[in-house]
């Protein structure tokens, strides 16, 4: 064999190699129930934090525990430990994304995603404008301001 042939066999191996460990460490998205039907593997779980229930933070006992409670999109709800922080204005979170394993009646998160609120509107329908509306808007803010 020529050393190309080797070297483009090796090549081939490392490939096939890396696509099976990244296809083997993915996690997919479910809710609580296939999450716990299958407690080994890790999912992302969508979800709602459920605000009437209480949050145990207590960072003096340890800094990396946070506790709540969060409803999927199924409507199932369940404890969550997460195993790290409480992140900055967790309670004003629309959606939340935990990420981890099933473990007896709780869910072991080892890493959360938020979908926080847009900071410059409530979202409805009336914020939203046209091209053509906003060039209307700009040309009488325009107008005004050289009025004066």
Avoid: W
Wanted: charged residues 30%; hydrophobic residues 35%; aromatic residues 8%.
């Amino acid at each position: 064999m020529k050393k190309i042939h080797i070297v483009a066999i090796i090549a081939i191996a490392v490939a096939i190699g890396a696509m099976l460990s990244t296809l083997s460490d993915s996690s997919t998205y479910s809710n609580f129930s296939e999450a716990f039907n299958t407690p080994d593997t890790e999912y992302h779980v969508v979800g709602k934090l459920d605000k009437e229930k209480g949050m145990i933070y207590e960072p003096e006992v340890d800094p990396n525990l946070f506790t709540f409670y969060m409803v999927d999109n199924n409507g199932v709800e369940k404890k969550v430990v997460l195993h790290k922080s409480k992140p900055q204005d967790f309670e004003k979170s629309e959606q939340i994304v935990i990420i981890g394993k099933a473990k007896g009646d709780d869910f072991q998160a080892r890493d959360l995603l938020m979908k926080c609120p847009s900071k410059y509107n409530d979202g409805s329908a009336d914020d939203f404008r046209t091209e053509d509306e906003m060039r209307e808007i700009r040309a009488k803010e325009q107008a005004e301001q050289a009025a004066l």
